[in-house]
Structures are given as C-alpha cells and as structure tokens.
C-alpha cells in the first residue's frame, strides 16, 4: 500500500502529515514524498518518507500510482502555494482514483463553509482518523 503525501513550499504540513502517519500506521506502507520543490520534499524525506519526488511531472506521474493521496486541500487548486502547484498537477491529483484525504488549509482565497476553525494538531489528528477509516484499519 503506497501513500502520497503532497506538499509545497517549506514542507511543513507534509512533514507533520508524515511523521503522524509513519508513527500511527501498521508496517508495510510506503510513503511517497511529493513536493513541488525540492526544500519540501526533503523535508518530507527526513520525517519518514521511503522515497521522494519533486516537481510538476513527478506528481502528475506519481498521483495515478498510489492507493491514497493527502497533503492541504490546495493541492487541487490550480496555482496555490504561491503558484507552485501548477494546473497541471491539479488536474491530476483531481483526476487519480487513489482516494484524497485532504486538510481544510487554504491561503487561496476559497473559503470553506461548514469547517470550524482547528489548530493543525487537532487537523492533522482528524485526518489520520480519517486515513485508518478509508484504508480499514482499526
């Protein structure tokens, strides 16, 4: 079972999105850095990730080749991070049947209704509930 975890800029959210889910699931998932540069997906890489990938083709690639997909929410709008994540790469992580399970974090001006406002402990707590749900996992 192979996972993605997207992420841009410094990592950060990956890097916590990672070494929750390295520490709370069972052995034998692989864990698939992807970030849209090189900073982020190093980052990734020192919080557990078995390997790592950077840049537009290496998610569009990737994305179709895992069983599930997490990162921000923003990793389906065309041009967030900064406009690190390109069109392309949104289309595709829209488009991958892996199923997403995405935090509600967003500095691209959509606003979310019906999401309370968490502190990403408390998000990213909710979204490795919500990964052990998807995958069947106790």
Do not use: W
Not at 49 to 55: D, K, L, S, V, Y
Not at 58 to 83: H, Q
Not at 99 to 115: A, D, M, Y
């Amino acid at each position: 079972m192979k996972i993605a975890v997207i992420d841009g800029q410094g990592g950060g959210i990956g890097k916590h999105i990672m070494d929750r889910l390295r520490r709370e699931l069972p052995d034998g998932f692989e864990f698939l850095a992807l970030g849209t540069n090189a900073l982020a997906t190093s980052v990734m890489l020192r919080a557990g990730a078995n390997e790592g990938a950077t840049g537009e083709n290496a998610v569009i690639y990737n994305v179709s080749r895992v069983d599930l997909i997490t990162g921000p929410i923003s990793i389906m709008f065309p041009n967030a991070m900064s406009g690190e994540l390109s069109p392309a790469m949104a289309e595709a992580v829209a488009a991958s049947p892996a199923p997403k399970v995405l935090l509600p974090l967003t500095r691209s001006g959509v606003n979310i209704i019906g999401l309370k406002s968490e502190p990403l402990p408390h998000l990213i707590e909710d979204l490795v509930k919500k990964v052990k749900e998807v995958l069947g996992l106790p």
